[in-house]
């Protein structure tokens, strides 16, 4: 699928159809994440996922609060 860069305002866009939308399961608004392949030659864009942003949340917050004490177990 060939998608073409669109200026909208002072910066570029591109519009995704409405079958990639579809997929993505998202609409206006919604968050996306671009994420480089493994083999660093590429990208995937990804639809956020509320469930493991607040579990990611969670354990940031945990690793802060123990920081000290997870170093001194990965000793």
């Given at each position: 699928?060939?998608?073409?860069?669109?200026?909208?305002?002072?910066?570029?866009?591109?519009?995704?159809?409405?079958?990639?939308?579809?997929?993505?399961?998202?609409r206006?608004?919604?968050?996306?994440?671009?994420?480089?392949?493994?083999?660093?030659?590429?990208?995937?864009?990804?639809?956020?996922?509320?469930?493991?942003?607040?579990?990611?949340?969670?354990?940031?917050?945990?690793?802060?609060?123990?920081?000290?004490?997870?170093?001194?177990?990965?000793?």
């Open positions: 699928m060939e998608l073409k860069l669109r200026k909208i305002g002072n910066s570029l866009g591109v519009i995704l159809p409405a079958e990639v939308l579809k997929v993505l399961q998202v206006e608004g919604s968050s996306l994440t671009l994420i480089p392949n493994e083999r660093g030659e590429g990208f995937q864009l990804v639809a956020e996922d509320a469930e493991f942003e607040a579990q990611m949340r969670a354990a940031r917050s945990l690793l802060s609060r123990y920081s000290s004490t997870l170093r001194e177990l990965a000793k």
